[in-house]
């Protein structure tokens, strides 16, 4: 396993149109994360998942938002009718659930959004 | 609340010694992360620490003190691709899961 992949990398769209993002998570691992990056800022927690169950959301995660993960593997995102502010980096990582692991959260490369 | 300080930038020199602190006030605490962020890539575990104390990891070490809600990551021998972002991340025991809040990472630069 060559560990979370995120597709695509980078994205342009233009305001009021919907875009997705997948996320394919290290086989293994049962949770998956989406975080939203700007430049200058540590990742903020938007949403995660145990398995197919989505287990938490962010009040930063407006009506706009949603997000999947259909079968406990891979996972989507999608931002509809996009604004300016959804410009950022979106990372998703995935982690183990282990009894005394550290559980650490693996990241994949982003995928870059600019809304024009 | 969460609340995670660190400082925004630091310069060191190459083969040096630095330490970039982290200080927070979380609601409930199962574990302080540091990772690694290197300019348009994701970031990288580098340390975990749950136990006050001081874990060592060959150049890189972190501390904790639950207490003092404070953290330290300690580079030695300072290369010049130890230039990044280091973000410091909590993680509550309160809301569930796994999530981690981050500070704003402090940019390190190091220089010849």
């Known amino acids: 396993d060559t560990g979370v992949s995120q597709d695509p990398r980078h994205k342009i769209t233009k305001r009021g149109q919907n875009v997705t993002f997948r996320c394919d998570p290290i086989s293994e691992h049962n949770r998956l994360y989406w975080y939203r990056q700007t430049l200058g800022q540590g990742p903020e927690f938007l949403t995660y998942?145990?398995?197919?169950?989505?287990?938490?959301k962010s009040r930063l995660l407006s009506d706009r938002f949603s997000a999947e993960r259909p079968k406990g593997s891979f996972s989507t995102l999608e931002i509809q009718r996009t604004e300016q502010g959804d410009s950022a980096m979106y990372l998703c990582?995935?982690?183990?659930?282990?009894?005394?692991?550290?559980?650490?959260?693996?990241f994949g490369p982003g995928t870059r959004l600019t809304v024009l | 609340g969460q609340n995670i300080d660190q400082p925004t930038e630091m310069t060191a020199t190459e083969g040096a010694i630095v330490q970039i602190n982290c200080t927070y006030q979380t609601s409930g605490f199962n574990g302080l992360f540091w990772y690694q962020q290197h300019a348009g890539e994701a970031p990288t575990f580098l340390s975990y620490?749950?136990?006050?104390g001081l874990e060592e990891k060959g150049r890189f070490s972190s501390f904790l003190s639950r207490s003092k809600g404070y953290s330290y990551l300690l580079l030695k021998e300072l290369q010049m691709k130890d230039s990044a972002s280091y973000l410091c991340a909590v993680r509550p025991i309160t809301g569930g899961g796994n999530k981690l809040t981050f500070g704003t990472g402090t940019q390190l630069k190091v220089e010849l």
């Open positions: 620490n749950v136990l006050d």
């Open positions: 998942f145990q398995n197919e169950a989505q287990l938490e």
């Open positions: 990582a995935s982690s183990s659930s282990r009894a005394g692991d550290y559980n650490e959260q693996f």
